[in-house]
């Protein structure tokens, strides 16, 4: 016991001084934000970014240890020699004329850009190997990349981040426009964020009300960005977004006022502890003084103004990191109200719910003379049950006529009308004045195609079951049922022997 004091103060001699009160700063950081806009259509869209910053040459330093930087990405960036990396699963079509331009917009469907270092000799090779890789990591079709969808573009698609030249032989390019985006796209998404789904703005991420939306789209973007001012060293940036569309009408009943647990079905509780930032935005760019509509709850204490895709935007600012935000409640559910219906709330719509009620859509407009007035509705065709299709299915199914109600300028001036000395026709609608009279007017039913099924196909089926089942039953059945008999052989009557005596003559053997 005695020799064992000495050998331990030599460790720590070797060892040298260790300045146990100053510990290293982390070299990572976390930055997240939930920026809420109402779109000039009425409905909300939502967009998450969440930004990872390691100050590190991956490509330089060999790194063993991560912290917020997924290493599923990390050894990608140092295996395939990665400069840029940008995918990105969408659902939907982003519809610029309704909703604006949007922050980052993808197409439908699955889409990769990478560019490669200079040092890469073979990048076709590497190409096709990442995008086995990547395939995996997010349970996509990615695999399905090769040089039949892959080119190489010369002026789109320059570099985001730091490049010391563009030169495209390192630049790929694909889209696979059939993928289809589900939750197991989602799932492998969220556990690249450090605090995964359990802690600040990644707990709204619920996949049951991200894919019941009218335009879904997440995406990985990864690019080298300067440390510093002067931009003496480098460090890695990983983005991951996500930006959704919600319908106002469907999930708001009807109403345009929503929060964020109409939105998301949750609300937020606790701010990402790894996070540096974690702040909510909200676009109140059409609240102003002259024509304030909007009200956010609860009032926010600062507000930023920036120009914003060439446009002078303000928003209100809701730092989750301040403790008197979410303490005072235990939660915090943003709400935003309409305090005067907008100008085309004359408008009036109840979606439909499913084999429950039709959709109703009523507006009230004012139509100018000589002009045409076009309303159109988007709706996607779906199959129904076997049981809901008519005995002429491919006749095609009928939507009901719409109607138009209209008060139409009268050419000569109307005297009251004396109700029971006047005629039956002249007495239907009730006139207020003499200036006008009241039309209603019906357009034709419309007949849609929906898809139809072979139904020939299970008939075919049927026939072919009966067939099978009665030829196997009725063979069994007479197996298990029929008697056998045995007959004794017998010698036969006066025509046999008199064959055999003929027979016998002529030497032949008889029967």
Not at 65 to 70: D, G, I, S
């Amino acid at each position: 016991m005695a020799a064992a004091v000495p050998l331990g103060l030599l460790v720590l001699l070797l060892l040298g001084p260790v300045d146990w009160g100053h510990a290293e700063p982390p070299r990572d950081s976390l930055r997240e934000e939930l920026v809420i806009t109402p779109l000039p259509s009425g409905d909300v869209a939502a967009t998450f970014q969440f930004r990872t910053r390691w100050d590190s040459e991956l490509q330089r330093e060999g790194v063993s240890h991560y912290r917020l930087f997924p290493k599923a990405l990390g050894q990608l960036i140092s295996k395939y020699s990665l400069r840029e990396l940008h995918l990105s699963f969408t659902q939907g079509f982003w519809r610029t004329r309704y909703w604006g331009p949007p922050f980052l917009q993808a197409p439908s469907g699955a889409e990769l850009w990478v560019w490669f270092q200079d040092t890469v000799t073979d990048v076709d090779k590497s190409w096709k190997e990442l995008s086995n890789v990547l395939s995996g990591i997010f349970c996509a079709s990615l695999n399905f990349i090769d040089s039949t969808n892959t080119v190489t573009p010369t002026a789109s698609f320059k570099p985001l981040g730091l490049a010391n030249d563009t030169d495209h032989y390192f630049l790929r390019y694909a889209v696979l426009p059939r993928e289809v985006v589900c939750t197991e796209n989602l799932t492998p998404w969220k556990k690249l964020l450090p605090c995964s789904s359990k802690a600040g703005l990644s707990v709204l991420l619920k996949a049951d009300r991200l894919f019941h939306t009218s335009y879904h789209s997440q995406a990985v973007h990864i690019r080298p960005v300067c440390r510093n001012a002067r931009c003496t060293s480098i460090s890695w940036e990983l983005r991951q977004t996500l930006s959704v569309v919600f319908d106002a009408f469907i999930t708001g009943q009807g109403k345009k006022d929503w929060s964020l647990f109409r939105m998301f079905s949750r609300t937020l509780t606790e701010p990402c502890p790894l996070a540096s930032e974690s702040r909510v935005y909200v676009d109140i760019t059409s609240c102003n003084q002259d024509n304030e509509t909007l009200e956010v709850n609860p009032p926010p204490t600062t507000t930023y103004q920036d120009i914003i895709l060439g446009t002078q935007k303000t928003y209100a600012v809701y730092d989750l990191l301040d403790t008197a935000l979410i303490n005072n409640s235990r939660n915090f559910n943003l709400q935003l109200k309409w305090k005067r219906p907008p100008e085309n709330g004359y408008i009036h719509y109840e979606p439909a719910q499913d084999r429950r009620q039709p959709h109703l859509l009523e507006m009230l407009i004012q139509l100018p003379a000589n002009s045409v007035t076009k309303v159109s509705i988007q709706f996607e065709r779906a199959l129904l049950k076997w049981t809901e299709y008519t005995p002429d299915p491919n006749h095609g199914f009928y939507v009901s006529p719409s109607v138009l109600s209209a008060l139409v300028p009268s050419v000569v001036a109307a005297k009251p009308v004396d109700w029971e000395g006047s005629p039956l026709f002249n007495t239907l609608f009730p006139v207020s004045d003499g200036s006008s009279y009241f039309l209603r007017l019906y357009t034709e039913p419309l007949l849609v195609n929906l898809p139809t099924p072979d139904f020939s196909m299970p008939y075919n089926v049927i026939c072919l079951t009966c067939t099978v089942v009665a030829v196997c039953y009725g063979s069994f059945y007479n197996l298990l049922t029929r008697t056998f008999h045995i007959e004794e052989p017998r010698t036969g009557g006066l025509a046999k022997r008199l064959a055999n005596l003929i027979r016998r003559a002529r030497g032949v053997p008889p029967l």
